[in-house]
T-cell receptor
Framework: DGGITQSPKYLFRKEGQNVTLSCEQN?????MYWYRQDPGQGLRLIYY???????QKGDIAEGYSVSREKKESFPLTVTSAQKNPTAFYLC?????????????FGSGTRLTVV | DAKTTQPTSMDCAEGRAANLPCNHS???????VYWYRQIHSQGPQYIIH???NNETNEMASLIITEDRKSSTLILPHATLRDTAVYYC???????????????FGTGTRLTIIP
């Protein structure tokens, strides 16, 4: 079945370490997104990419980096520069036309800094 | 994306209809109303969308007022599995390349009571 796979589901990181969250999709979607969600809050956009080898900053990109070397993959690196990285991270993809009913989300990665 | 206003939380008895309101008084003529829901610790899931006519699918019904300034999502026979945060989003159906990102507010936390 087509969908988005995020791994790992739970991730623990020591302060000062970089960590990479994986996101893979087999929906043949052009666009991919990373969101961050804090307890009781809505989703905030970190980065998004409409095509391979191109990506744009979202609303809260500081302390994060991404790459889009393959259409299927959009990994997110949480760097040591991110002051408060503990959060729930969601990856999504959509067809290039951006029809809002076409968004598919992964099941998320919960990152905890220890 | 146009701004929406939703109640922070609502309760509904199991088996009854759950009616979730959304105010979008600044909606533009080309903007659709979309509903997503997020079950705890999962990614958001698309429910339904509409422009000006009422819509129904296997999950829910969407009622949009004639002036399009507000809408109501109806879950006709709520079950415990409908407990989730429900997001109302307004935006054009498709956007120019580079503007496909989806913006989420804080939504309505719906609790179905046994």
């Amino acid at each position: 079945d087509g969908g988005i796979t995020q791994s790992p589901k739970y991730l623990f990181r020591k302060e000062g370490q970089n960590v990479t969250l994986s996101c893979e999709q087999n929906l043949n979607h052009d666009a991919m997104y990373w969101y961050r969600q804090d307890p009781g809050q809505g989703l905030r956009l970190i980065y998004y990419s409409q095509i391979v080898n191109d990506f744009q900053k979202g609303d809260i990109a500081e302390g994060y980096s991404v790459s889009r070397e393959k259409k299927e993959s959009f990994p997110l690196t949480v760097t040591s520069a991110q002051k408060n990285p503990t959060a729930f991270y969601l990856c999504a993809s959509s067809p290039r036309t951006g029809a809002a009913y076409g968004y598919t989300f992964g099941s998320g990665t919960r990152l905890t800094v220890v | 994306d146009a701004k929406t206003t939703q109640p922070t939380s609502m309760d509904c008895a199991e088996g009854r209809a759950a009616n979730l309101p959304c105010n979008h008084s600044t909606i533009s003529g080309n903007e659709y109303v979309y509903w997503y829901r997020q079950i705890h610790s999962q990614g958001p899931q698309y429910i339904i969308h509409g422009l000006k006519n009422n819509e129904t699918n296997e999950m829910a019904s969407l009622i949009i007022t004639e002036d399009r300034k507000s809408s109501t999502l109806i879950l006709p026979h709520a079950t415990l599995r409908d407990t989730a945060v429900y997001y109302c989003i307004v935006r054009p159906r498709t956007l120019n390349f580079g503007n496909e990102k989806l913006t989420f507010g804080t939504g309505t936390r719906l609790t179905i009571i046994p």
